[in-house]
Every structure is written in structure tokens, then in C-alpha cells.
């Protein structure tokens, strides 16, 4: 089955302590990218890859690293996690390069920063 | 499911009635649009989209109108649905940054 599976779906965790949330898509997709939603402000993106080890930043990338070693892998890594990112994540995958076209989301992953 | 819209602009509709959901999108560089579902507890679903060099596109059930002299998009659903009932997106799509700004997002409820 097509998708993007992201792991872990729930996370509760202190401030400081360096976490990383997996993301891999079995598409053979270019593009991947994460994004974070909180209420009232819609989906944010974080950082984006347009293929294997280029990434670059979206709107909000500040607190978070990203890295594309693999096309079907495209971890979010967040060095000393704050409250302020205590969010629903997403990943999301798309055959093009360029973002442009069907995105693939995967299903969320609740962080509780405290 | 997850609460992702406390305070999304809300449209209430009854079953078998058309829906429009509005869209302003703030970049006149952006070329491309897509329309996403998003349910309670899932990640959001592509539904539909256009590309700037067109004013509207038809798919099963759902159009989509854009309007760049007003930077305006809309998505109309025929014939609405109790399955319909989700927060709808607006997306849109710079290519020559590959950046994705989404909207705030509308809650649709349909009743039955």
C-alpha cells in the first residue's frame, strides 16, 4: 500500500531532552516535507527536500533539523524541544520535485513539550 | 481525533445543498493551487487543483474557481454530503521557491 508512515504518533517529552520523529514514504517521491499544525493557524511548513540531500527551509524552521540521507526517509530532529512546539506534525511526500502536485500526508504525530 | 481548528471559520450546509468555500491566498507569484480535505484525527487529503493559467477546473462532484486579479479561490461541492463534513485548505504553491503556505483552513458541517 501507498503511504507515508511517521513514528512516533504520540510523544510527551521535557524540554531539552533531543528528539527525533521518522517520516518514510514508499512512493518513490522527490519531494518530502514536514509541517506543523496548531489551531487557527492552518498547516506551517518547517523544511522541505526537493530530492536526496538537498532540504531547504520553509516558514518555520527555527528549533527543528531536518536530513534527507535516503529518497524514502526524511527525519525531523528537534535538538532541544520547547513547549512552543508542542504541536500535530505531518510529513508529507509528493512525486515531483518541485512540491507541485498531489501531496501524501502521513497521519500526525502529537508532541507534548513540557 | 486530533483538534486541529478551534477557531476555523465555520460553513453549515444541508445535506444535498451545494457549498462554497473561500479562499484568499496572499502570493501573486504562486502558480499553483490545491484544494485539501483534512478529517478529524487524519492528515490532510488532496481533493483538487489548478494551475494559474487556468480559471477553473471541474473534477467528480467539486470545482474549483480562481480569480488572480483578487487573489481569490473557491471550491464548490455539488450535492453535499454528511461524508463531506471536514476542514477544507486552500494551498498554494510558489514553484520558483517550492515553498506550500496553507490557509487557515474552513470547517464544513453538513447536516443531515
Known amino acids: 500500500e501507498a503511504q507515508v508512515t511517521q513514528n512516533p504518533r504520540y510523544l510527551i517529552t521535557v524540554t531539552g531532552k533531543k528528539l527525533t520523529v521518522t517520516c518514510s514514504q514508499n512512493?518513490?517521491?522527490?519531494?518530502m516535507s514536514w509541517y506543523r499544525q496548531d489551531p487557527g493557524l492552518g498547516l506551517r511548513q518547517i523544511y522541505y527536500s526537493m530530492n536526496v540531500e538537498v532540504t531547504d527551509k520553509g516558514d518555520v524552521p527555527e528549533g527543528y533539523k531536518v536530513s534527507r540521507k535516503e529518497k524514502r526517509n526524511f527525519p525531523l530532529i528537534l535538538e532541544s524541544p520547547s513547549p512552543n512546539q508542542t504541536s500535530l506534525y505531518f510529513c508529507a511526500s509528493s512525486l515531483s520535485g518541485t512540491g507541485v502536485g498531489e501531496q501524501y500526508f502521513g497521519p500526525g504525530t502529537r508532541l507534548t513539550v513540557t | 481525533g486530533e483538534s486541529v481548528g478551534l477557531h476555523l471559520p465555520t460553513l453549515s450546509v444541508q445535506e444535498g445543498d451545494n457549498s462554497i468555500i473561500n479562499c484568499a491566498y496572499s502570493?501573486?507569484?504562486?502558480?499553483?493551487f490545491i484544494w485539501y480535505k483534512q478529517e478529524s484525527g487524519k492528515g490532510p487529503q488532496f481533493i483538487i487543483d489548478?494551475?494559474?493559467?487556468?480559471d477553473k477546473r471541474q473534477g467528480q462532484r467539486v470545482t474549483v474557481l480562481l480569480n488572480k486579479t483578487v487573489k481569490h479561490l473557491s471550491l464548490q461541492i455539488a450535492a453535499t454530503q454528511p461524508g463531506d463534513s471536514a476542514v477544507y485548505f486552500c494551498a498554494e504553491i510558489d514553484t520558483g521557491g517550492f515553498k506550500t503556505i496553507f490557509g487557515a483552513g474552513t470547517r464544513l458541517f453538513v447536516k443531515a
Open positions: 512512493m518513490n517521491h522527490e519531494y
Open positions: 502570493n501573486s507569484a504562486s502558480d499553483y
Open positions: 489548478i494551475r494559474s493559467n487556468m
